[in-house]
């Protein structure tokens, strides 16, 4: 039986740095419960499909870095560096993502990520530098 680890760098190495979406059946269980990548929680795995298409659609060159990964039993947490060029804009972008997972019979059974979706904005120019301190600390 493969390891959390091992799970979690055949699905960055598979998944997102080659991009085999058939790899997506492989390694997360049909009911796996998915956090922090939309708004809603996703709980079936054509849920995932969905929205790797769509990220595929709207980036290329895609590379995961494991930055670290922290294993305990059936569980993970990991830091990871996505690297990315925008189809639409042509601008590289890098970001960081923090997930946690539990693996069970060599599958995800639950993921919740926490990605830095607005260093991503930043880079893509949707939002301002200084848009979270202007909400922060604007006086009234």
Known sequence: MRTATE????WFEQVWNLGDGAFIDRLLAERCIITGLTAQAMTRTWQFHEFYTKFNIAF???????????????????????????????????FKVSFFGKVEY?????VVNMIDYMSMLEQLNLIEKDFLNEILYTKE
């Open 7 to 10: 799970v979690a760098h055949e």
């Open 60 to 94: 290329t060159a895609i590379h995961a870095t494991i930055e670290q990964l922290i294993e305990q039993k059936n569980s993970i947490a990991g830091m990871v560096l996505i690297k990315a060029k925008h189809r639409r804009s042509g601008l590289d972008i890098a």
């Open 106 to 110: 060599g599958r995800f059974i639950e």
